[in-house]
């Protein structure tokens, strides 16, 4: 993979985590954080530079998709689980 190509799909794994942190809710958070990972795990052997032009496209749709969710969500937001408030002592 070309310097450059290595470059861009590491700004677009970067951004794709980044943007699925502002999920409100937790089940989305954590779900969209585990599917971008593996999702990065399996493609990593990919060396056909148009199979890895095809992912690159298919994870900036997704950022995208991501920035619309998390915006929504914003718009109607909900209490926060068991799971994600501090413990109170």
Known sequence: M?????????RLYRDLLL???????YNYRRYAIR???????????????????????KAKTNLEMIHRQVTIGHLYSTQKLVVESPEEQ
């Open 19 to 25: 943007k699925s942190q502002d999920f409100t809710a």
């Open 35 to 57: 599917r971008i990972r593996d999702a990065f795990r399996e493609n990593k052997h990919v060396k056909d530079s148009s199979e890895i032009q095809s992912l690159v496209n």
């Open 2 to 10: 070309a310097a450059s190509n290595r470059a861009q799909v590491l």
